[in-house]
T-cell receptor, first 115, second 114 residues
């Protein structure tokens, strides 16, 4: 298996622009997670899906952030409009929850820089 | 109290020496505990987990961790460190009281010097 795939790996954009991050989970996994990593705040869970349905979006910073999972093999995280404080590394992870012992597998991340 | 704490920002060890990266947790009930490693410019990579059973858990790359319920700790260990073990290590806990979400510690930088 190719593992979790994220694109783009790097994104540089200007303040106010729309940014879309993409994730392809591991085939057969039923949970998908979006995280953000910064020096100041560490690793934060933004939102997670189960069987393509958003379960908990309490970590989404504000309305500028939205996430979708139209099917089992694709998810997007969108920021509109982007701000410099959104600069971070965004990770997607997926897991197969069996008996509550699931292990999350992370993608390589997207490094976002908002100028 | 923090749900999971990694008290050391950085651990330095000489190659060939044993290493320990500390983790303590603060949850009620029976937690699931995990260790992940992150190499520069890479995603987090799963090392090992404790769910139930034997308190000593063995994982990837020769790492192991010991679950200690009385001390609420889950320290990561390796008998002989390699320079290539240098990375950022995260402890994480999953518990019902956190909505069964994975809660990560702040991370510990491990530097192994030759």
């Amino acid at each position: 298996d190719a593992g979790v795939i994220q694109s783009p790996r790097h994104e540089v954009t200007e303040m106010g622009q729309e940014v879309t991050l993409r994730c392809k989970p591991i085939s057969g996994h039923d949970y998908l997670f979006w995280y953000r990593q910064t020096m100041m705040r560490g690793l934060e869970l933004l939102i997670y899906f189960n069987n393509n349905v958003p379960i908990d979006d309490s970590g989404m910073p504000e309305d500028r952030f939205s996430a979708k999972m139209p099917n089992a093999s694709f998810s997007t995280l969108k920021i509109q409009p982007s701000e410099p404080r959104d600069s971070a590394v965004y990770f997607c992870a997926s897991s197969f929850r069996q008996g509550g012992t699931d292990t999350q597998y992370f993608g390589p991340g997207t490094r976002l820089t908002v100028l | 109290a923090q749900s999971v704490a990694q008290p050391e920002d950085q651990v330095n060890v000489a190659e060939g020496n044993p290493l320990t990266v500390k983790c303590t947790y603060s949850v009620s009930g029976n937690p699931y505990l995990f260790w992940y490693v992150q190499y520069p410019n890479r995603g987090l990579q799963f090392l090992l987990k404790y769910i139930t059973g034997d308190n000593l858990v063995k994982g990837s790359y020769g790492f192991e961790a010991e679950f200690n319920k009385s001390q609420t700790s889950f320290h990561l260990k390796k008998p002989s460190a390699l320079v290539s073990d240098s990375a950022l290590y995260f402890c994480a806990v999953r518990a019902v009281e956190y909505g069964n979400k994975l809660v990560f510690g702040a991370g510990t930088i491990l530097r192994v010097k030759s």
